[in-house]
């Protein structure tokens, strides 16, 4: 038996860790051997339980705690080892195994030997060699395929959740996703189109409207009508004022004051003669705007 001081203490081991399930089997390995080194390998499993929540670490042994053991098995050191290889082991997703063997290509600057040993890692948990009598090898390869060569990469991640995943299931799923999301492509189409409806000016309109606003800034009050509008738009144009008999204003308008009526006909006195002199020195000739 070797003293305590030659042997070196297997690290601590995390039970959470992100690689536990493979991180497992070395780790017990390295612990037995452990046990042969100080001489207690053939220790009751009450002093080999006390040994492995001793150095597996704190937070490891905090977790072992809370496993649920029968009265019967509560000094069962090989019972301990079973529940510690289920915690660290759920449910195996062959597809999604098989999905990370596939996948593994080897790395720039990484050597052929360390490629292989990689791939025998990973093929151990792929069940090649596991006969399925509700699956033939070639459903499963065709599965493997579609999972690995399909495009869309969310329907592939809602594929690799699938628990126990069959051929069947795979191609169901495929095509209800693939429905779905032409469905919801197409209800978007409607949408943009209702919109664009909505949004849509007829020829045209967009021109009458930023003519209407031009307009808009070009008109003035009138002096003349005492009305908006526009250039050359005066409705007093060519009228005659029922104040003061001129053309081109209306009588609200008009300039002249204690002038009832100016008589259409043709009045040579001097009084009428200057009532229209003085109105047309108001208004001029016929200017109008």
Not at 80 to 85: G, K, P, V
Not at 146 to 161: F, H, K, N, Q
Not at 197 to 215: A, F, H, M, V
């Amino acid at each position: 038996m070797a003293t305590m001081g030659m042997v070196k203490l297997p690290p601590d081991f995390d039970l959470q860790g992100q690689n536990a399930a493979g991180e497992w089997k070395f780790w017990k390995t390295a612990f037995e051997d452990y046990l042969v080194a100080i001489g207690q390998d053939k220790a009751a499993g009450l002093v080999k339980l006390s040994i492995l929540r001793n150095i597996i670490g704190t937070e490891s042994a905090r977790i072992m705690s809370t496993f649920v053991i029968p009265e019967d098995q509560q000094d069962k050191y090989e019972y301990m080892l079973e529940l510690i290889t289920k915690y660290v082991n759920p449910r195996i997703n062959e597809c999604f195994e098989r999905y990370n063997f596939l996948k593994r290509v080897q790395k720039e600057g990484e050597t052929f030997e360390h490629f292989l040993t990689e791939c025998r890692h990973l093929v151990k948990s792929c069940n090649y060699n596991t006969l399925d009598p509700n699956q033939t090898s070639e459903d499963k390869a065709l599965r493997d395929k579609i999972v690995m060569g399909i495009r869309d990469p969310t329907t592939r991640e809602a594929l690799l959740r699938l628990d126990e995943l069959t051929l069947d299931k795979t191609i169901n799923f495929c095509r209800t996703s693939e429905q779905s999301r032409n469905q919801s492509i197409k209800f978007q189409e409607g949408e943009e189109e209702v919109n664009f409806i909505k949004k849509y000016k007829k020829p045209g309109e967009k021109k009458r409207q930023k003519s209407e606003q031009q307009d808009a800034k070009d008109k003035f009050k009138c002096k003349r009508c005492q009305n908006m509008h526009g250039p050359r738009e005066c409705p007093a144009y060519g009228k005659k004022c029922r104040k003061c008999g001129l053309l081109n204003h209306f009588a609200i308008s008009c300039r002249i004051k204690n002038v009832k009526n100016v008589e259409e006909k043709c009045d040579t006195s001097e009084e009428n003669l200057f009532v229209v002199i003085e109105a047309q020195q108001i208004y001029g000739k016929s200017s109008y705007m």
